[in-house]
């Protein structure tokens, strides 16, 4: 299967990167290499990208995608490791980091994979297949009250209670094996009443258990911190989300980074000594034009901020 994917916000990306042409530039999710495509174009011979990916069909596809240029280092690794890829590569600092959150266009088409509640297949989700549990591990041996959690805090589904009953005892029968097993299980659970807002009554257990199976959140945080910290004075780091979970742990991070003085407010001054690491570029969000989405409607629900290192 051709891998596609079509890159959202893509030029204001670019432009919030604020790329120099000698720089070297770290894409965490290279995916379709969409992104980074258009930061090499911008670089010169001495200018350097670093492209990291956990799913090794990504880079594939995107060593053939940008395969005219020779100043790319190929990553298989997650961005959690940002730090030590850094330092295996001997790079102590770069000018720019772009993350990109989203699930591609190609993991969610691919059949296989098993991310889509909409084409049957063994329920994996792995973005890395070479390791990991998988959503099979998460619907079959978790207890119950796990698996309400997993629905609840990465989902945010409300019938979290509801669906994890329904999945345990249904598997008491036999194991929960393919995709559409699990969406008849979930549509069984919620109430008809609620399945008229227009939206799957699958999509939210689908995003709890990929992110469980992924790790998706609770790399994110360190990972930023960590990029952060091996930023040149002036780099930026441009990340792109697609879910409330993802953009609130991002907006609070980089507020922390920004004002990081914990003294208590009835102080009249700081008296902690923490000074502030980075400078927003923008104070809300950055969101798809009119014209994208009618191109595009997975960028609906994206997200870019994007934070300059002092």
């Known amino acids: 299967m051709e891998f596609k994917h079509i890159s959202v916000l893509l030029n204001e990306c670019i432009e919030a990167l604020d790329i120099k042409e000698d720089g ?39 060593k053939e995608k940008i395969k005219e240029f020779n100043n790319v280092t190929y990553v298989h690794d997650n ?6 890829i850094l330092d295996k590569l001997e790079i102590e600092k ?19 994979r098993g991310f889509s509640y909409m084409r049957d297949a063994k329920l994996d989700m792995r973005m890395d297949r070479s390791r990991g549990i998988t959503a099979f591990d998460v619907v ?25 009953n329904f999945i345990v005892d249904r598997r008491k029968d036999k194991p929960i094996e393919t995709t559409l ?19 799957h009554p699958a999509k939210r257990t689908f995003q709890g258990i990929r992110i469980e199976v992924n790790g998706e959140l609770k790399i994110l945080d360190k990972a930023i911190e960590d990029g952060i910290d091996r930023l040149n004075s002036g780099g930026r780091m441009a990340i792109i989300t697609f879910q409330s979970l993802e953009d609130r742990i991002v907006k609070v991070k980089f507020k922390s980074l920004e004002d990081p003085c914990k003294c208590p407010k009835e102080l009249p001054m700081c ?8 400078k927003l570029i923008s104070r809300k ?12 409607s997975r960028s609906r629900s994206a997200k870019l901020r994007v934070a300059e290192k002092i």
């Open 181 to 199: 097993e699990l969406v008849n299980v979930i549509d069984a659970a919620i109430p008809a009443k609620f399945k008229r807002d227009g939206g």
């Open 94 to 112: 770069v000018d720019g980091i772009f993350m990109d959150l989203g699930v591609s266009s190609y993991q969610l088409d691919n059949t296989e």
């Open 79 to 84: 961005f959690y490791n940002i730090k030590t």
């Open 271 to 278: 008296v902690c000594g923490k000074m502030p690491i980075v």
């Open 24 to 62: 070297i530039y770290v894409d965490c999710t290279l995916g379709g290499a969409g992104h980074s495509l258009e930061i090499l174009k911008r670089l010169s011979s001495k200018g350097r990208l670093i492209g990291i990916d956990q799913d090794e069909d990504a880079l594939k596809a995107a």
């Open 285 to 296: 969000p950055i969101r798809a034009t009119e014209e994208e989405l009618e191109v595009n």
């Open 140 to 164: 079959n041996n978790y207890e119950e009250e796990q698996i309400a959690d997993v629905l609840r805090n990465y989902g945010e589904e409300k019938f979290s209670k509801r669906i994890a």
